[in-house]
């Protein structure tokens, strides 16, 4: 695609939990599917690590999906019907226990709604989706896995200088997110090296954010920016970042959960200047340092659609 907009869609992996709600998670996340096995019991877990399995070499933590998300657990007596969603997520492998694998379908995340308002702000769902005549939720596994395995405290803080705090000061920062754990990961790192910034929730939020602040004479200059959102995902946005004359100068982090190298070649296919894995507060404080004297020395990053392939 040499001109135009970029568009993303990406595989959809649609599965069940029970009877009723029906669930998909990205399949960027999915390392593989297997049928349940007898597990290892692990003393002193959290209350829904049913055990850990044995899979290609590698002992991997199992998670009754359903109970995790707030419904009944899976039934002993069919278990061995179950399957297990093996991902590739915040850095660690983990295998989700759920009722029942539907398909894989091509979606757009375009075509992403984010969750109604009034759902609340603890609802494992980062967007809804319709397909044939069933509404389906996209799990937030970030939410999930931080109830289970909470990101340690030195994860989460950086230490930096006054002089480094300076200069991060300096330079306007914009955090986008769609994940409620994420953004609140998001600011805690800031919060705590006392540097401000503006936060939303999805790609098109921050697109327009972004242009205001550019025609108001105070742009950003530093953006973290997930991949997998609704409406306009990271990839998406980076494009149209370097596309704007006036925002192409920005520094841009993609910041996603998803531990695949492909997800890192295509940051950079796209514009981006650093694909992160989350969460580490030093090694994202340290990328927006690094941005911050990109802007100052007044680097370019040319725009990447002579070059985007898809």
């Not at 800031?190 to 540097?195: A, E, G, R, S, T």
């Not at 950003?220 to 998406?236: A, F, N, T, W």
């Not at 520094?251 to 894995?277: F, K, M, P």
Request: aromatic fraction near 6%.
């Amino acid at each position: 695609m040499a001109t135009g907009q970029h568009q993303a869609s990406q595989g959809l992996l649609l599965f069940q939990l029970n009877e009723r709600q029906s669930f998909g998670i990205g399949t960027l996340k999915v390392k593989e599917i297997v049928p349940f096995q007898p597990l290892t019991a692990f003393p002193q877990s959290h209350a829904v690590v049913l055990g850990a399995a044995h899979i290609r070499g590698e002992t991997i933590p199992v998670i009754d999906l359903a109970a995790a998300v707030g419904y009944r657990p899976q039934p002993k007596d069919i278990l061995k019907d179950c399957f297990v969603i093996v991902t590739d997520c915040q850095r660690q492998r983990v295998g989700f226990l759920v009722r029942k694998i539907d398909r894989i379908i091509d979606y757009s995340w375009r075509n992403i709604s984010p969750p109604p308002k009034g759902a609340g702000r603890s609802i494992y769902a980062t967007g809804v989706i319709s397909h044939g005549d069933s509404l389906i939720q996209l799990l937030d596994i970030e939410m999930v896995l931080s109830h289970i395995f909470p990101v340690a405290e030195d994860e989460l803080h950086a230490q930096i200088t006054a002089t480094e705090q300076g200069l991060l000061r300096s330079h306007p920062i914009l955090l986008v997110d769609d994940s409620s754990v994420a953004r609140r990961q998001l600011a805690e790192a800031l919060n705590y090296v006392n540097v401000p910034f503006d936060v939303c929730g999805d790609g098109s939020e921050a697109l327009a954010m972004m242009q205001r602040a550019a025609e108001s004479g105070e742009p950003y200059d530093i953006l973290v920016s997930d991949i997998e959102m609704p409406g306009l995902d990271g990839y998406e946005l980076a494009f149209e970042v370097r596309n704007n004359p006036r925002l192409a100068g920005m520094y841009l982090i993609l910041h996603t959960s998803l531990s695949s190298e492909i997800s890192v070649d295509r940051a950079h296919q796209v514009g981006a200047n650093e694909a992160l894995t989350k969460f580490d507060a030093n090694e994202l404080i340290r990328a927006m340092l690094r941005g911050a004297e990109h802007v100052e020395n007044g680097d370019v990053v040319p725009g990447v659609a002579s070059r985007l392939q898809v």
